[in-house]
């Protein structure tokens, strides 16, 4: 069964930093693209930041460009999301997304029907 597990949620004041993490389980992901996305309350999912196969092509939305930094370890099958310098408008829940098809070279993807597994999400809130 093919999981994909948030960790690294919680609550920060503004200015503040988090990482989070999404292990992969139930097969190997190092040779998909994968994603962030995030959802506030009464919002639409959003995209966040994007990542190629191997980690050395990443995308990441205007709203979050400069203060988060995606990145991968292939060898623990793990996605990260480094956030920086967060902001209120930064609460929502984050979602990891994986594609089930291989797509080499330096393609990565934004839009939410373009992947195949998700996560549960986890939690950030950020305090005024």
């Known amino acids: 069964q093919v999981q994909l597990v948030e960790s690294g949620g919680g609550l920060v004041q503004a200015g503040g930093s988090l990482r989070l993490s999404c292990a992969a389980s139930?097969?190997?992901?190092?040779?998909?693209?994968m994603g962030w996305f995030r959802q506030a309350p009464g919002k639409e999912r959003e995209f966040v930041a994007a990542?190629?196969?191997?980690?050395?092509?990443?995308f990441t939305a205007d709203s979050v460009k400069g203060r988060f930094t995606i990145s991968r370890d292939n060898a623990k099958n793990t996605l990260y999301l480094q956030m920086n310098t967060l902001k209120p408008e930064d609460t929502a829940v984050y979602y990891c997304?994986?594609?089930?098809?291989?797509?080499?070279?330096?393609?990565?993807?934004?839009?939410?029907?373009?992947?195949?597994?998700w996560g549960q999400g986890t939690q950030v809130t950020v305090s005024s």
């Open positions: 990542i190629n196969w191997s980690g050395g092509s990443t």
């Open positions: 139930g097969r190997t992901f190092s040779n998909s693209a």
């Open positions: 997304a994986a594609k089930r098809a291989f797509y080499g070279g330096s393609r990565y993807f934004i839009g939410l029907s373009e992947y195949d597994y």
